[in-house]
């Protein structure tokens, strides 16, 4: 074969693999096969390789497509947001049905490889029936009456060291960012609650900077986790999207030559790895250090009393979580959690617990500082003046602020911290009088389900109102209509936990102050990952009472 031949032969061999690769790609984008699948329902028309992505980032965010769908294309429709197509429902009935007839969340595809992918493939979140059986079996004891009732003290200490800290503020008569503060406190709780560790989050009143390093790299650590941009700043995620078959191999490819988003979110779920790890490894020791002193006699009535006396570090409290997690067994085999899943345990805890409560907390006190909502701030705080002003509640008298309790309902009605639920189809299924294929991902829109007219009255009203009962606004509301905490086996797990503490602080903050909302914010600005939150925080004026 001559040279020009040779080039010639190569020539048209890559002009074919480009051919062929293009008419692939292009194939590939419309997607035929899903097109065929799901033809026969309602949802917008889906533009070539980027679905409907291209109108999500147009009108800054899923939970705003899904409203503005739901209301063009009704309460069940398609929408090819990420990855795949997703079949969503908004109506009370058909969420019902999604939620409680089908048992595995959906979780999206990430970047992990090797080790990383072992460990995530393991997350609780991710679990399906018998295993997930056994891990929330594990949890469960955590959140039993017993164990929430000897947190009560930890997270009082924590909302009150939150009211200093705004007193701090009131001093410069500043704006103060309640969202921020709110996020110091609901870490500092999972820390003594869960771990037997104060991480000293808060500024409180005397050192007014974050007293470790860990701290301060844990926080920025599971901003980094949570935060879009790094996931969005990562090309890879990018191909991820646009040929999910070819997983394994971007997968492969980012491992090998990750780029700065990548880089970002590996280093931030290392860091709390490695502090979960630590914090597991420290109790272990110290329950071999209490064996041996039970060992010696010493009864651990006497030394809790020893400790009172002394003022002993208070330790780990009675159904501590890193507990639980060092005797976790598998129910069905009898077999101890490995390592790696306990660890993975406490690192799902970590990014579980603070986020969504801060977040339901920063939303209610922001519609409490808004300047409409004054009769009802008033209300609120003529109940927690009856039950006392320097009063600490016990667990009993958390019955005491049907009110208070309402205001936080109403907040998360109106932003629920989980905007978005999913569920996968675990058998061919009827929904909305469309036929659904087993496999097929199935959503939720929470955020708009809770937000129509359709089914609240005057959806744009804060009326707390709606979560008394006896009143008209009750009476309206619809059924089932109300999911801030999903529904079914996989609904929050740590719902009484995120209550309790989240009353707790109302209670605490408004026996001391009431708050004014800083002019600019009439409309606030909104950041969507997994959960909602306030985009640029909240930012008040506490005025003490
Ligand atoms: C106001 C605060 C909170 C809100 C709004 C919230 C909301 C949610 C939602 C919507 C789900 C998914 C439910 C579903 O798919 O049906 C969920 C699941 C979960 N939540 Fe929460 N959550 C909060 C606080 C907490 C806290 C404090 C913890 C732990 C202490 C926690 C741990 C979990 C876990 C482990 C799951 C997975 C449950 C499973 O799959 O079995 N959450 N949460």
Not at 40 to 63: Q, V
Not at 281 to 298: F, N, P, T
Not at 487 to 504: P, S, Y
């Amino acid at each position: 074969m001559t040279s020009v031949e040779f080039v010639l032969i190569s020539w048209s061999f890559w002009a074919v693999v480009l051919a062929s690769s293009l008419t692939a790609v292009v194939i590939y984008g419309f997607r035929p096969i899903h097109r065929l699948k799901l033809r026969h329902l309602p949802g917008p028309p889906r533009p070539w390789l980027f679905g409907n992505i291209p109108e999500t980032l147009k009108e800054g965010g899923i939970y705003r497509t899904q409203q503005i769908y739901a209301q063009k294309y009704g309460p069940l429709f398609v929408t090819h947001q990420i990855f795949q197509p997703i079949v969503m429902v908004e109506s009370p009935d058909l969420a019902r049905k999604v939620l409680l007839g089908n048992n595995y969340r959906c979780v999206f595809p990430n970047l992990l490889f090797g080790e990383e992918a072992r460990f995530e493939a393991s997350t609780y979140l991710d679990t399906r029936s018998d295993k997930h059986r056994t891990v929330r079996g594990a949890w469960q004891p955590f959140f039993f009456s017993g164990s929430l009732e000897g947190f009560l003290s930890l997270m009082w200490d924590a909302a009150d060291l939150l009211a200093d800290s705004v007193e701090m503020h009131c001093k410069d008569d500043n704006y103060m960012d309640i969202h921020a503060m709110v996020q110091a406190m609901t870490v500092q709780v999972v820390g003594t609650t869960a771990f037997g560790v104060d991480f000293h989050t808060q500024l409180a009143d005397k050192a007014n900077q974050y007293n470790s390093d860990d701290v301060k790299q844990l926080l920025q650590a599971v901003y980094d986790i949570m935060a879009p941009e790094a996931f969005s700043f990562s090309m890879y995620a990018a191909f991820l999207v646009l040929f999910p078959s070819a997983a394994p191999l971007i997968k492969l490819v980012a491992h090998c030559f990750p780029d700065k988003g990548l880089l970002t979110v590996r280093r931030g779920r290392q860091v709390v790895i490695d502090i979960v790890k630590k914090l597991m490894a420290d109790r272990r020791a110290d329950i071999e250090h209490e064996q041996k002193r039970e060992a010696k006699g010493l009864s651990s009535r006497l030394r809790a009393s020893f400790a009172e006396a002394t003022g002993e570090r208070r330790g780990v409290a009675p159904g501590s979580f890193v507990d639980l997690l060092v005797n976790a067994t598998d129910k069905a085999t009898g077999e101890s959690l490995s390592d790696l899943e306990r660890t993975n345990q406490a690192f799902v805890m970590v990014m579980s617990a603070y986020e969504t409560t801060a977040n339901s907390l920063a939303f209610t006190l922001y519609m409490l500082a808004r300047p409409e909502n004054k009769s009802k701030v008033e209300r609120l705080t003529a109940e927690v003046d009856a039950f006392g002003r320097n009063r600490v509640p016990t667990f009993e008298d958390l019955d005491q602020f049907p009110w208070l309790e309402a205001c936080l309902s109403e907040g998360m009605r109106v932003y629920p911290p989980v905007p978005t639920l999913t569920r996968e189809a675990e058998r061919d299924m009827e929904l909305g009088g469309y036929r659904i294929e087993k496999g097929t991902m199935l959503g939720v829109a929470v955020y708009s389900m809770h937000n129509s007219s359709a089914y609240w009255k005057e959806p744009e009203k804060y009326l707390p109102e709606r979560f008394m009962e006896g009143t008209p606004e009750s009476a309206a509301k619809p059924a089932h209509g109300y999911l801030p905490f999903g529904d079914g086996v996989r609904a929050c797990i740590g719902l009484r936990f995120a209550r309790m503490e989240a009353k707790l602080t109302l209670i605490r903050l408004f026996q001391r102050f009431t708050f004014e909302l800083q002019p600019g914010q009439e409309n606030l600005p909104l950041r969507e990952t997994i959960t909602l939150s306030a985009a640029n925080g909240v930012f008040v004026k506490a005025i003490p009472r």
